[in-house]
């Protein structure tokens, strides 16, 4: 990593402590500056803006994230989920500060939220109607898949939408591997009775 990439990602990884902690619109750009110490001038040479550095934080968050489920869809066939949903939790955990905060922000009602659904949360919505379905066409999904999909993205993003409520010293670090087999043990425990409970009432 060259001088220019490693101070570019510096200021990206300060920058998310810091959105993560105080918020996008109670962080500045000088305060991001001064935690990187680097000057003002160099984050608008590299992003633009706070929106445009926040929007960067966002790309390298989700393309990786989607690159991995499409690597899942070549080999992950309709009932065996249990190995997407463990890299999905895995990569969220890994990056669980950026994890917070995009989810936090995509709760909200903003152009930032607006497009990253048009984008990257549409392509995540047919990836996983493909997995899930085996589905291509959005209008082929039927209202109990669309409410089936809703629920396990609740899932998946529960722990990370709902911080204040999953204070959990022991997770850390050393402890990623422990969560996300726990926690994707109880996921599909939860999507099994679903499905029997689906099929009853069928």
Request: hydrophobic residues 40%.
């Amino acid at each position: 990593m060259n001088r220019q990439t490693s101070t570019r990602q510096k200021v990206l990884d300060v920058a998310c402590g810091l959105f993560y902690s105080n918020g996008f619109n109670g962080t500045s750009v000088r305060d991001i500056a001064s935690a990187a110490k680097v000057n003002v001038s160099l984050i608008n040479y590299y992003f633009k803006s706070k929106q445009g550095l926040f929007e960067s934080l966002a790309i390298n968050y989700f393309e990786p994230y989607l690159e991995m489920m499409e690597e899942e869809l070549s080999y992950c066939k309709e009932g065996r989920m249990e190995s997407l949903v463990k890299r999905i939790l895995q990569y969220k955990q890994t990056h669980y500060q950026l994890s917070c905060l995009l989810y936090r922000e995509l709760s909200l009602n903003t152009v930032f939220a607006r497009e990253m659904l048009v984008t990257y949360l549409a392509k995540e919505n047919h990836l996983f109607t493909q997995l899930l379905f085996q589905k291509v066409n959005p209008i082929e999904v039927t209202f109990k898949e669309k409410l089936c999909l809703l629920q396990l993205k609740g899932l998946l993003n529960a722990p990370f939408m709902m911080p204040q409520e999953f204070r959990d010293p022991f997770i850390t670090e050393a402890s990623i591997d422990h969560f996300v087999e726990v926690y994707s043990h109880l996921m599909m425990q939860r999507k099994s009775m679903q499905h029997e409970q689906v099929t009853v009432n069928a």
